[in-house]
């Protein structure tokens, strides 16, 4: 027979095998539940995420759509606005509230297969004429070291539980065959003991990941936004995670130790690099870099604006002179109107160049974070497994960075198109309000690559360590008693 020919069979006999013993059955139907309850809960996230989304856009349209409405009645007599600021010409009110955008991060195609961090930032960013720190904090800052734990989703399932199916059909690949004296009369029919590993791992590895596969297939296909592409890279993502355990188990039954030695040897493995890992990285990278006081942040912003509120009539005129706002108090709004926008807007601005590097310096100590996390996800391939599962789905806080330093470009553009018609007390008119700034998030290109690069060093190299002991192990086996 071939060598094909003869690892086909004993793939067949595995499977009779496995048949007989009904663990086949058991580790499916645990496999069908946890995967039932992960799909679920990432397709509810991920429909709830949307919803939010839709009716921010909802109301973002209407409220416009009213201002604009307001405004064509006031041009034709038929509305007077009661104040400056129900008044839909004016720039101030009008770009600080009653017409700020929504900046949102579309969720990618395969969001749904990891919440990540998702339930920590908000989908999208209300932009307006206001400071910075108006929208710079919605995400969550008191909570990186949430960063390793998550909701049941699919990536939870595949980084956490797979690897448990896996050692619960692994543990025993050849130990078993060996202490029941089956393993020693295979190998005298001159069968290469490669060829058997090979066919008893593959058909254990089958068995968690076709399942595994073919259900997230369909429930993708059925999805608005189905990208196959994306969902190859996952599925073969997938199968080098769990091959990386199979290999582990593989490499232990040839060290000649018994099933229980094995058993223990592997869930060991399992909470070391799972759990204890994951653990001692979160509590050392909190105690190496503390996160800084939110609380303490915002108070010190409220202090800048108060602080600026109350110097705002000792350099009111240069600021005046500055912007050539001398014959602006003849314009769309009264002189008390006018002259209570142009000092808020003045301590918007000022207020926005100390908050800026007050923002900065508490950012910077996030990033260091976070980059310590990056740098310590390669102590543990599930770590590595996690973040770049996060980062197919597009929930890993880079995204989100990358989100927020364009909303922050954004903002700045938004600011500079109602600030000069504030400060020269100039009307909107209708036209004005189609060329307000749009948002539209770009994707990172770098972060796909990155993803890629940290997946084969974190994952695959380990494997091929493995792999590598693994052909050692079986040039010795044939030499050992």
Known sequence: MTRKAVTSELARSELRLLRSEGTGRWIALIMLIALTMAIANGLAWHKRQGEIVRVAQTEEASRIALQLTNLEKMA??????????????????????????????????????????????????????????????????ENPASLLTGRFDLSFFVV?????????????????????????????????????????????????????????????????????????????????????????????????TSSSMNAVALVGAWLVLAVIIPSAVSTSIHAMYPVPSRAQMINQVRAIQTELSDSYSAQSASFSIEHGMDSAEQGVLSKRDYLIARKRLWVQEQAGLRIEALMQSYQDQIDRRQN??????????????????????????????????????????????????????IALQAQDYDQFPHFSFQEPTRDALAQVSIFLIGVLAPGLVLFGLIRLQIRRFYLQP
């Open 372 to 425: 310590q996390v990056a740098d310590w996800q390669f102590a543990s391939p599930v770590l590595v497994a996690y973040e770049g599962f996060n980062r197919l789905a597009g929930t890993h806080p880079s995204r989100y960075r990358e989100f927020i330093a364009q909303v922050d470009d954004f903002h700045r553009q938004w600011r500079g198109f109602f600030a000069p018609k504030v400060l020269n007390n």
């Open 160 to 256: 956490f539980i797979a690897p448990l199916l896996v050692i619960a059909l692994t543990y025993n690949i050849l130990a078993l065959e060996r202490e029941q004296g089956r393993l020693s009369m295979l190998l005298a029919t001159s069968v290469p003991l490669g060829q058997v590993v090979l066919a008893k791992a593959g058909v254990r590895l089958a068995l968690v990941l076709l399942p595994m596969v073919v259900v997230t297939g369909a429930v993708l296909s059925m999805q608005p936004q189905a990208s196959f592409g994306e969902f190859v890279v996952w599925s073969t993502a997938t199968m080098a995670y769990l091959g990386f355990w199979v290999l582990l188990a593989c490499a232990l039954n040839l060290m000649r």
């Open 76 to 141: 034709q007599g038929e509305y007077s606005p009661s104040s400056a600021f129900t008044n839909p010409a004016n720039a101030y009110w009008i770009g600080h509230r009653h017409a700020a955008r929504y900046a949102f991060l579309p969720p990618k195609a395969l969001g749904w297969f990891a919440i990540g961090h998702s339930d920590l930032q908000p989908p999208y960013i209300k932009v307006s004429g206001e400071t910075k720190e108006s929208f710079a904090l919605n995400d969550e800052i």
